[in-house]
Nanobody, 124 residues
Framework: QVQLVESGGGLVQAGGSLRLSCAASGRTISGYLMGWFRQAPGEEREFVTAITWGGGITNYADSVKGRFTISRDNAKNMVYLQMNNLKPEDTAVYYC?????????????????WGQGTQVTVSS
């Protein structure tokens, strides 16, 4: 079992930055593909970004490409999401997730473990 806990969310003005953290426990995440998803009120959960176990390959939704950066520190069992130039449409609950299969990074159904989410609110 992997437990995931997100932190770092909050209220920020448009154009600002936030850094989300995802702390894993229970077992090492070094063998897992890790992803971030988000869900806005009344919307379906959507893929944001993912990173392979070694950090060599990343994948981004077009809506965040060039503004968000995913990274991981396997030694610390941590995953991060640096969000720059935030926009009001980025407002959502952000979830960290772990995928042991290592493929299907954009499919939420491929992720076995999920955190509880952290709220990000971007004001205009």
């Amino acid at each position: 079992q992997v437990q995931l806990v997100e932190s770092g969310g909050g209220l920020v003005q448009a154009g600002g930055s936030l850094r989300l953290s995802c702390a894993a426990s229970g077992r090492t995440i070094s063998g897992y593909l890790m992803g971030w998803f988000r869900q806005a009120p009344g919307e379906e959960r959507e893929f944001v970004t993912a990173i392979t176990w070694g950090g060599g390959i990343t994948n981004y939704a077009d809506s965040v490409k060039g503004r968000f950066t995913i990274s991981r520190d396997n030694a610390k069992n941590m995953v991060y999401l640096q969000m720059n130039n935030l926009k009001p449409e980025d407002t959502a609950v952000y979830y960290c997730a772990a995928n042991s299969a290592g493929w299907g990074p954009r499919s939420s159904g491929k992720y076995e473990y999920w955190g509880q989410g952290t709220q990000v609110t971007v004001s205009s």
